[in-house]
């Protein structure tokens, strides 16, 4: 099921960094921005049809390998677990290839790394060797990375600063592109305040 999620969404991905690409590059920071954000929804949502559906006809599925009751139910809880993770991963990797096709190379690599060793590993580790928690509860660690990551490359696809372009191009609209979104960001601000007023 992950290597079918997988090959689906790999050529999303693809087509993804070459939009992203292409839109940095010619100088149209305000579409590669625009797009990033519609396909950071767009394709966890593929993922989660497609592990929902998936969900949905598991016993056919899993009948196929002759599974018995205990490990029936096992596949059954995982997949439910791997519904959400698997539907945050994707939206986590969209936005880290987005940022590789917009010029920024480093920070979704650390955040990637930082979240497995830092926040996945030990959390996993703690979960099982030190909680002793059942089988199903400590295989949900295996994805507490993906939650920190998704509200770290969130903040950061929003806030524009992945947007580097090394073409001439692109590095002449910048400037402009960074007014447009200062302006967005202040007139949301103002916006937020009227209506906390």
């Known amino acids: 099921m992950r290597g079918l999620c997988l090959c689906i969404f790999g050529g999303l991905s693809n087509a993804t960094s070459v939009v992203i690409g292409q839109s940095v590059g010619a100088g149209d920071h305000k579409g590669a921005y625009r797009f990033m954000k519609r396909s950071a929804l767009f394709c966890p949502a593929v993922t989660f049809g497609i592990v929902l ?3 949905l006809l598991h016993e056919p599925l899993f009948g196929l390998f002759g599974l018995g009751d205990q490990a029936l ?4 809880y995982m997949l439910y677990i791997y519904l959400f993770f698997g539907a945050v991963r994707t939206c986590n990797y969209i936005m880290n290839e987005g940022y590789r ?11 990637e790394i930082g979240g497995l060793f830092l926040v996945s590993v030990p959390a996993t ?3 099982g060797m030190v909680l002793h928690l059942p089988f199903l509860a400590v295989f949900s ?7 920190v990551r998704l509200a770290i490359e969130l903040a950061y696809t929003r806030s524009g600063k992945w947007v580097k372009p090394v073409t001439e191009a692109g590095r002449k609209t ?5 007014d447009w979104l ?3 960001n202040n007139r ?3 916006a937020t305040s009227i209506k906390n007023n």
């Not at 139910?73 to 059954?76: K, T, V």
């Not at 096709?101 to 955040?111: D, F, I, S």
């Open 73 to 76: 139910r096992y596949g059954m």
């Open 53 to 55: 559906i998936c969900a």
């Open 125 to 127: 580790w703690i979960a």
């Open 101 to 111: 096709a917009a010029g920024e190379t480093r920070v979704g690599t650390y955040v």
């Open 182 to 184: 200062k302006n967005r």
């Open 141 to 147: 660690f295996v994805y507490t990375d993906e939650l």
């Open 188 to 190: 949301k601000r103002n």
């Open 174 to 178: 910048l400037p402009e592109f960074k």
